[in-house]
């Protein structure tokens, strides 16, 4: 069985932490790959250094490179281990020097800057394994995974990475080696410095393990898998056995942390199971994450919330019938650059509502004005207002499906909470029911639809 193995910030982030993490890989039998994060904070760090070369302050830029590698040499150190991380401390130096006197940081320039904290990590825990007697060595994914050339946010060209990740790693396995990776990063045809946008060491992994053929991939983290609930809201939220791709999808966008969908898509596509794993208590079960799960009974299988938003409400008589109103609205929407999280709209068509970030809210209402001058002035559209701050409250579960009474028991439970529910919008997939609510009242509803489907 071979495994990818994906190890977080956090668990890469101090010397016991690396410790435990190679703990688990001496006890995973079989070819393995290990997949690197940066260390906790360093991608924030580089950013902030390549701020201030930006505005022209190399001197601020090198003092937090070099506070980096006093972080890494003091991680190494009590490793016992002697990593070779000088050519990447320089390397980046030199960048930060070139963007200092140029006063400016294109996407390709940060993606290179970016590309240190994953490099030392795989150079640290590479030396750790084999300091364990691992026999591990160092691969840059750079060599092996192919994007596109948009830098922040690159994509994989699969059937190109699968080809080099075979000629790279293959030989690696046969030799009974244990591969460590970078995370985050990829390069383009032509060897230029990509990074894969948020979750990216996860996409790491899952592309690694779609191009090798692996059997799973497990994504060791600081938290013991999906949560039913925020469990700084539900106290007695429990860890999710199993989840589906969708599931995991819906969970993501209302504001769960544990993984993005888009990161593990290339393994639950290549029918690979993914588990989320806590590298701190690495005896806990997790969360499995499969294209579909066995029906295990459960209803909402998890109930999560997103707050600090607004609602928008376009409302008028004149609205109803006239085909393009919509698009007229989210035409506005999108020049404006604001995300919708949710829509919902009465059958008559006299009103349109939808939830967008808090603080982009006014500035849409004053765009929409401006938009629907003239139906404003003919009273078609009587008026556009925002109710702020907001919050979505979803309830999420394939179970949901064609099962009668789930909507009566949601808003039972809210009605019981005393929560007024704003907005309500339902998908024909029935997987998610998403409620608008104020912001006040997120976490009494969070706590009452949780507690009506697990008790």
């Known amino acids: 069985m071979t495994t990818v193995l994906k190890f977080g910030g956090t668990s890469v982030g101090s010397a016991e932490a690396i410790r435990r993490a190679v703990d688990i890989v001496k006890a995973t039998e079989g070819p393995r790959v290990v997949v690197v994060s940066a260390t906790a904070g360093t991608t924030d760090l580089l950013a902030e250094a390549a701020q201030a070369a930006a505005r022209g302050d190399g001197e601020a830029a090198n003092r937090t490179l070099t506070e980096l590698g006093e972080r890494h040499g003091a991680i190494a150190r009590e490793l016992g281990v002697h990593p070779g991380m000088s050519e990447v401390v320089s390397r980046t130096a030199a960048l930060l020097n070139s963007v200092a006197v140029l006063h400016e940081c294109t996407p390709r320039t940060l993606d290179a800057i970016w590309s240190y904290g994953e490099r030392v990590a795989m150079r640290i825990v590479s030396a750790a394994l084999a300091g364990a007697g691992v026999k591990a060595g160092e691969c840059d994914a750079t060599l092996f995974i192919v994007t596109d050339d948009s830098f922040g946010s690159a994509s994989p060209d699969m059937a190109r990475t699968r080809e080099r990740s075979h000629a790279r790693l293959g030989p690696m396995l046969a030799l009974g080696m244990t591969p460590v990776v970078t995370g985050f990063i990829g390069a383009t045809p032509d060897g230029i410095v990509t990074t894969l946008g948020r979750g990216g060491s996860d996409f790491s992994a899952a592309i690694v393990a779609a191009s090798i053929g692996a059997d799973r991939l497990l994504i060791y983290t600081d938290v013991s898998g999906v949560m039913s609930a925020d469990p700084r809201i539900v106290a007695d939220a429990r860890p999710l ?41 690495p005896e806990d079960p997790g969360t499995t994450v499969t294209g579909r799960t066995p029906a ?16 928008v409400t376009v409302q008028g008589a004149g609205m109803s019938g006239v085909p393009g109103f919509a698009a007229k609205v989210f035409d506005t929407t999108a020049a404006e650059g604001v995300s919708v999280l949710m829509i919902s709209q009465s059958s008559s068509e006299n009103s349109i509502c939808f939830v967008v970030p808090q603080g982009s809210a006014e500035r849409l209402r004053g765009a929409l004005e401006r938009t629907l001058a003239r139906e404003l002035g003919r009273h078609d559209v009587e008026r556009v207002t925002v109710e702020a701050p907001v919050a979505i409250v979803a309830a999420v579960g394939e179970g949901m499906r064609g099962t009668p009474g789930v ?9 019981r909470a005393k929560v007024n529910v704003i907005a309500i919008a339902q998908g024909s997939s029935e997987l998610n029911i998403s409620l608008a609510v104020a912001d006040r009242d997120r976490e009494a509803a969070v706590r009452a639809i949780h507690a009506e489907f697990h008790r």
Not at 296 to 311: E, N, Q, R
Not at 408 to 415: E, I, M, N, W, Y
């Open 407 to 415: 909507a009566a028991r949601v808003f039972g439970a809210l009605g």
């Open 296 to 311: 295990d009974g459960s209803i909402v299988k998890a109930t999560t919330s997103l707050g600090g938003l607004g609602l």
């Open 241 to 281: 056995a199993a989840i589906s791709y969708a599931e995991a999808s819906e969970l993501s966008y209302f504001g769960a942390k544990v993984i993005h969908p888009r990161t593990v898509r290339p393994a639950v596509e290549a029918g690979i199971p993914v588990r989320i794993l806590n590298t701190f208590a």
